[in-house]
Each structure stands twice: as C-alpha cells, then as structure tokens.
C-alpha cells in the first residue's frame, strides 16, 4: 500500500461516518466515557476494538509487546491510575493471544539486546511455572500455555496496584483473562478465580 493511500482512506472514511451520523465527530469531541480498560499486545494482527465490536469511546486501549504489566512501566502504571480513577471503568481485560511472537521469542535463548529486559518478565512467568510447561512435549501447545500463564500473571500484576485493589473493594471493578484465537478469530475466557488469586497475593501485596 502507498504511504500516501492512507489520507484517501481517511477522507472516505470521514465521508462514511458523516453519512450515517451528521453529529458523530462533534459528538465524539465531547469525551469519553469507557466501561473497559484493554491491555493488550502490540502485535498489528489483534485490533481491539473490531476483535470485540466495539464503537470508538467504549474501551480505553494500551497495548505493548506481549501485553505487559511490569510495576516498573510507568506507560502501564499511568494507563492504570487514569483509567480506573478518572475514568472509573468497571472492567480491566488483560488480552494474550496465541502465536505472540514475544512470547515465542521469551522461549528461546537468544540475546536479542533492547528486548532483553522486557522478555525477561515473560522468561519469569515460564520459571514459575516451569514443572508445568516442561511435562508438555508438543511444542505448540506449551507455547500457548505460556501466553495463556503469561495473561494471568499480567492479570495479578494489574491486582497489585493500589488503585485496582481500592476499587476492587468499594465498586466491586472486576479483572479478567482473555485469550484471542487467531487461527479461529474466538476470544477465550481464561475463567481465572482472582478471588482465590486476591486471596492468596492480599498478605504480601495489600496496599490499602
């Protein structure tokens, strides 16, 4: 595609939206008011917002390389705060998806320079869940555990902010696992028991 294809696509994507809504980018001027905070991976295959069906205002986005929640990112510690105490959504997705090329690249031992710190949090989930991953011998399906374990532990990273646990406890803000299927286009429920998770992490990780 041209470079210089996309402002056409812009202009005729403006041309659409004013034919079915006179008032849609006044009104879309107005603010926003998401129910969702999506965090999610860089990987240019997975949109969020179409994967879900989802209309512009309705989830707020941050996605990195193997959708990350490291206490050390202040891009995702900022996303978080703002997200859940000025725009008090009710509901934060963390979302994986099989075949991550980060996820992947975790697994191998190879030194990949810049990328060594930030895969290093992955190579931390395989370490606590090495017996598991180890007793698979299809390689594939160990590669999607590891995205699947890789979710839940960016789901307890999310749990451990102060502010997530503040509005865990006085507006009930629910946290959930997904993984998106891109052989299938199906999004997967983890159904992971963070009470059970809160549960267990509250002695060591309780801030408020």
Not at 2 to 26: A, G
Not at 34 to 52: F, H, K, N, Q
Not at 142 to 171: F, M
Request: with cysteine; proline share 2%; charged share 25%.
């Amino acid at each position: 595609m041209k470079f210089e294809q996309i402002f056409q696509n812009n202009r005729e994507w403006i041309e659409e939206k004013l034919k079915t809504d006179s008032d849609y980018f006044k009104n879309l001027s107005k603010g926003q008011n998401p129910d969702i905070l999506y965090i999610g991976c860089s990987d240019s295959r997975v949109t969020a917002e179409e994967l879900m069906g989802m209309k512009p205002g309705e989830v707020f986005v941050h996605r990195n390389i193997a959708n990350m929640v490291p206490n050390t990112d202040l891009s995702a510690m900022s996303v978080i705060n703002y997200a859940v105490n000025h725009l008090k959504v009710n509901h934060i997705v963390v979302c994986g998806h099989y075949y991550c090329t980060g996820v992947k690249a975790a697994m191998q031992s190879a030194d990949l320079g810049l990328l060594n710190p930030w895969l290093r949090n992955i190579r931390d989930v395989y370490r606590l869940y090495k017996d598991e991953l180890n007793a698979i011998d299809d390689e594939e399906a160990k590669y999607n555990r590891l995205v699947e374990l890789n979710v839940q532990e960016q789901c307890v990273n999310v749990l451990k902010t102060a502010e997530v646990q503040k509005a865990c406890r006085e507006r009930r803000l629910t946290v959930h696992g997904w993984v998106f299927d891109i052989h299938s286009g199906k999004l997967i429920d983890l159904k992971i028991d963070f009470d059970k998770i809160l549960n267990e992490i509250m002695e060591i990780y309780r801030i408020v």
